[in-house]
């Protein structure tokens, strides 16, 4: 069967300019605390959309983009004004913001844990924060990509993330006014806390900046280390069941822990990180292959279940729409393979994101290349199945398109085969193209060069104030003593 | 002017009479809508308005008329201000002349000109649905203002309300009435204002219990992306919660009020956590607040802070259970823990009834277990052991039994504690032996489901167990390998085999196996049919092009435990150009009974 033509990129765009222009309705309500989440798959997948293309003989324009500079600075605008008024993170979106009354308010002294908090510090999420700073570094344009970081208080930011960190070395969500870390022992939060570091540390910090400014890495490796189940995968946490979208967070937040900071290239580092924290290889690549499965076209007329149970739906996949054929005796061998689907757990369903979870798994482990012979069925099966006519990809095949699974079906196509599609080189640890994670060095790297001459500032004006302290003691010592000799 | 009120009756009287043919038709007298009647008081009131804009102004008008015009506008000017205080005999002068041109004292003030579209007289504006309030008939005109009067009427009431409540220091010593009053008020001044203006006001706004409150509502800034439509009342209860969160209050009125969000969205980080403050500081009992949630999740089954929460709470309240002999209480050693876990256990058995894999119930359910020592609670191992039976492929009741076995302190190395896919000395013997006995009776049942296969190789690991023990187990499932009758029910069978072979040494044994599954078995993965529906779990596996290399030279021994030895499958017909074996006799073999199909119908 012939391979489904490219990825019509004006279509997904249209796409992208109805989720740009027009508010969600109201049923998205339950997802009013993860604004800076959609809106970073409606950036990033636009980006995606409209890079310049790299491919040998392509001379076609890239598509223009639908967000116009002026957009751009009121975006960006946005985004600073969800940052907690201590610098310290961000909140998924205004509603979460504590209310400006507490802009001006002090800091209240916890003697509990002996620490500052800034007041109402639970307002400041992981992953608000880490999709912000993406945001930042995505919608920056050439001229404006150095001061894309200029207004964050890297500082605090990197102070609360160390205190999101509990002992056991796993991260929360959000910290209590009592210092108390909340939010499950959840994979995800490893992986958003490690990229919140990779993007925002100093790569020449001294050991002393360090011990008050990064989190404790080994232990955050040595709690992965222990979270692989005995089938191989990686689960929410400790003993729970295996998950390709938490084995994907285990491997990412892995290899960000020793990247070299100006590693922006999709050329991969030897992670010792990711060596020490997947104690199984073999067994974790085996889990993540095994989440492939030839997937059947429901018999016709069966499909009303499936109606049901997913409009609107998404970010879960419990419901059954894995279909069984009434006679294998209507299969032929060659038809089943047709559509390569991916599921998240052991005989669970197929859903786009998954093809993504588990792809961006193995290309972390640099084992990409186990998916090669099966590489334009599970194309067939996004293309054909999940990708929606007014353009984005559903959840499963036939639903209707939302943000994430659309960006997240871009996502696997430019790890799978960029070329297929015309798509930019991808960073399947940041989940963002490659340029974007050019725009995060540049602008990390001016950040961090700015506060060094904040600092250098502060330290000659110390040094004048010195000297001219020294100098006014001196003429006091002589004024003294031409006094003395006057008197003497 | 004290001959003001006197005169003007007597005026108008005048007018009807006729000194303004032009006005007085009948459809003006009995005016239909409120702009006519604007229309028709205001000729009678400037006889000469309309008369002096025919003519073109003052000027055109007759000598008397222009007396009579200038008079008028001047007395009216000069009684409303009270200003220009006349002598008496210019007084007297002026009234006379006014009375005797029998213009009328009062009325409205003469136009430059006709202000409002449609030659109107006066804009009335217009009301909720957008309709000219000039338009309404009088009888509706009538209707409309009465409601305005109630609602002044209300607004009165409600402030004697506020200065009442004020003057007995608070809502609490208000008297139960008084404050029912206002609500009941409240109510019908919504109402009203609904009606009017379309205005509408919040659920709390109308809450007497709430006026000490200064909602903070969201400010949405230009750029903002992914804008909710959110519903009014989601609108108005966030800019409460705002307030009281940020006075930090911990109330009974603050706890509905979390309520009341949390239905809206319950995946909202921080009013869980608010929530959770509140629940402390006014000492509510466990008991209430976990039967509260488990309405909630029973509506919200995919939400992830509901259970976060009822993990807080547990956290929270746990230390409450007298620990026993210095220990920790646990379901071993003391009822009472028993009897809170035996009636948690039952609700997370409702929420796995309408979902056996809910992963967050799941996730709750490991942490009950190690919060409360179940290790050896039998309904615990029952319950997964029932699931399993109802669906041998429910995965995440194999992943619980696994947890409950092997991560039991009595079975498991707890410093350091050694990672799940490796061989812990501290296993029983006898526990290995049960729980291999247990995954081959399920394997049995349904051969080329992952599950148990996942299991037994994680209960050898566990164990220490060789793998080529299952040598003669495996068999079962392989027949005639590399044979013309080659037989095999189930591609996991093989690939274990293979490991078997490879641990022994038998490396032809084991390339045959790895490349059958290459070749065909693992192409495809498939149960059987059985009652007009055939259950089919196809892994189309891993194919690397790496693993195909390996088929042709002779692969050495020790890439047999290397990844690329697993790697079997389809891209051979793919990737070298050979036809899938379609029509292969054995593979329509493998398609014949099995009893993958059995088990999967739960028996």
């Not at chain 2, 051979?572 to 014949?592: H, L, N, V």
């Amino acid at each position: 069967m012939p391979s489904p033509p490219p990825l019509d990129k004006k279509q997904h765009l249209k796409y992208w300019t109805r989720c740009l222009k027009s508010p969600l309705p109201h049923q998205y309500t339950g997802n009013d605390s993860s604004r800076l989440l959609l809106a970073f798959f409606m950036v990033g997948g636009i980006e995606l959309l409209t890079c310049p293309s790299d491919l040998p003989g392509s001379d076609s324009p890239p598509l223009p983009s639908l967000i116009t500079e002026p957009d751009r600075l009121a975006l960006r605008e946005w985004v600073l004004s969800l940052a907690h008024p201590s610098g310290a993170g961000f909140a998924g979106s205004p509603n979460m913001l504590p209310p400006p009354i507490f802009k001006t308010a002090d800091d209240d002294y916890d003697p509990l844990t002996r620490t500052t908090v800034p007041n109402s510090p639970e307002s400041a999420n992981i992953a608000a924060t880490f999709f912000a700073l993406l945001i930042l570094a995505t919608s920056s344009s050439p001229s404006s990509t150095p001061t894309a970081f200029s207004r964050l208080n890297r500082r605090a930011i990197l102070k609360w993330l160390k205190r999101l960190q509990r002992p056991d070395g796993s991260f929360g969500e959000i910290v209590s006014p009592h210092g108390i870390v909340c939010g499950g022992r959840d994979m995800r939060y490893c992986y958003l806390a490690a990229s919140i570091r990779w993007i925002l540390r100093d790569p020449e910090a001294s050991p002393e900046e360090d011990s008050e400014l990064d989190f404790n890495v080994p232990k955050l490796i040595e709690y992965i280390s222990t979270s692989q189940t005995f089938d191989g995968g990686i689960g929410e946490s400790g003993a729970h069941e295996s998950h390709a979208g938490y084995a994907y967070c285990a491997v990412a937040a892995l290899s960000l822990l020793d990247r070299p900071a100006d590693l922006a290239s999709s050329a991969k580092h030897e992670s010792h990180a990711l060596e020490k924290g997947i104690q199984d290889k073999e067994a974790f690549v085996k889990f993540c292959v095994s989440r492939q499965f030839a997937y059947l076209d429901p018999p016709s007329g069966d499909e009303e279940d499936e109606e049901d149970d997913e409009d609107g739906k998404w970010g879960d996949q419990d419901q059954d729409n894995f279909y069984l054929p009434k006679k294998l005796a209507d299969l032929s061998l060659d038809e089943s393979l047709t559509y390569i689907a991916f599921n998240g757990r052991c005989n669970k369903v197929a859903d786009t994101c998954y093809t993504w979870w588990t792809g961006g798994a193995l290309a972390l482990l640099d084992k990409l290349d186990v998916l090669d012979s099966s590489k334009s069925a599970t194309r067939a099966f996004l293309m054909d199945k999940t990708q929606h006519m007014v353009g984005g990809f559903g959840k499963f095949a036939g639903s209707p398109p939302d943000v994430y699974h659309s960006f997240l079906g871009l996502a696997f196509l430019a790890t799978l085969d960029r070329t297929a599609d015309d798509l930019p080189h991808f960073d399947e640890a940041l989940c963002v193209s490659t340029a974007t994670v050019e725009r995060i060095v540049e602008a990390r790297k001016s950040m961090l060069a700015r506060g060094r001459e904040v600092n250098a500032e502060k330290g000659m004006s110390a040094g004048l104030l010195d000297l001219a302290k020294l100098m006014a003691n001196r003429e006091g010592q002589l004024r003294a003593e031409k006094q003395q000799h006057a008197t003497t | 002017m004290p001959s003001k009120s006197k005169g003007a009756p007597k005026a108008k009287e005048q007018a009807n009479t006729g000194s303004n043919p032009s006005s007085a038709n009948p459809s003006n007298i009995n005016p239909k809508t409120i702009n006519e009647r604007s229309a028709y008081r205001y000729e009678v009131g400037n006889p000469l308005a309309s008369k002096k804009s025919e003519v073109g102004g003052v000027q055109g008008l007759s000598p008397t008329e222009r007396a009579t015009w200038t008079n008028l506008t001047y007395v009216r000017k000069a009684q409303d201000q009270k200003r220009l205080p006349l002598p008496n005999k210019a007084n007297k002068d002026l009234w006379k002349s006014i009375n005797e041109s029998g213009v009328p004292l009062r009325g409205l003030d003469e136009l430059e000109g006709l202000k409002f579209p449609g030659n109107k007289i006066y804009d009335w504006g217009r009301d909720r649905a957008g309709r000219d309030i000039g338009e309404y008939t009088p009888e509706q005109f009538k209707k409309r203002r009465g409601k305005r009067l109630r609602v002044t009427q209300l607004e009165v009431l409600g402030r004697q309300f506020q200065a009442l409540r004020r003057k007995v220091g608070g809502l609490a010593t208000l008297e139960d009435e008084e404050i029912d009053k206002e609500r009941i008020r409240r109510e019908e001044l919504a109402k009203l204002r609904m009606e009017l203006y379309g205005e509408k006001t919040g659920t709390y706004a109308q809450d007497p219990e709430w006026d000490d409150i200064e909602p903070v509502a969201q400010v949405e800034g230009e750029g903002a992306l992914a804008s909710i439509a959110y519903s009014d009342d989601y609108a108005e209860a966030m800019s409460y919660l705002r307030a009281v969160m940020a006075k930090k209050e911990h109330s009974p009125r603050c706890l509905r009020l979390t309520e009341n969000i949390i239905l809206m969205n319950p995946a909202h980080y921080t009013v869980w956590l608010y929530r959770f403050s509140i629940i402390s500081s006014l000492n509510i009992s466990i008991k209430n607040e976990i039967e509260w949630l488990n309405k909630v999740s029973l509506a919200h089954l995919k939400n992830y802070q509901i259970w976060h929460h009822r993990q807080l709470l547990l956290d929270h309240f746990y230390p409450l259970f007298d620990p026993v002999d210095g220990q920790p209480a646990t379901a071993d050693n003391s009822e009472e823990v028993k009897e809170f876990a035996l009636s948690e256990m039952g609700f997370l058995k409702k929420m796995l009834d309408e979902d056996a894999k809910n992963y967050h119930v799941w996730s709750y359910r490991q942490y009950l277990v190690r919060k409360l020592g179940l290790w050896n609670l039998s309904e615990e191992i029952g319950y997964v052991e029932t699931l399993i039976l109802e669906d041998v492929r429910n995965n995440s009741a194999w992943s619980h039994r696994f947890f409950i076995v092997f991560s039991n302190p009595a079975h498991a190395s707890s410093n350091p504690e050694i990672p799940a896919t490796k061989f812990d000395p501290k296993v029983p013997a006898d526990v290995t032996e049960r729980e291999v006995g247990y995954a081959k009776r399920k394997i049995e049942e349904a051969p080329q489901n992952q599950s148990p296969w996942n299991y037994l190789k994680g209960v050898l690991a566990r164990g220490g167990k060789k793998v080529e023990e299952m040598e003669e187990f495996c068999l079962q499932f392989v027949n005639k390998l590399g044979e013309a009758e080659e037989e095999v029910t189930s591609s996991h069978a093989l690939d274990m085999l293979a490991e078997a072979w490879a641990e022994k040494g038998e490396k032809e044994k084991a390339d045959l196996a790895l490349r059958r599954l290459a070749e065909k078995w693992d192409r495809i993965r498939e149960g059987k049919e059985k009652g007009g529906h055939a259950a089919l779990i196809a892994p189309a596996h891993s194919y690397s092009s790496a693993t195909s290399r390996s088929f042709h030279p002779p692969r050495p021994q020790k890439n047999l435990h290397s990844f690329g030895a697993r790697r079997e499958g389809r891209n051979r017909s793919k990737t070298d150009g050979y036809p899938p074996r379609a029509g292969d006799e054995s593979a329509s073999k493998a398609r014949k009974p099995g009893a993958e199909h059995e088990g999967a119908q739960g028996e």
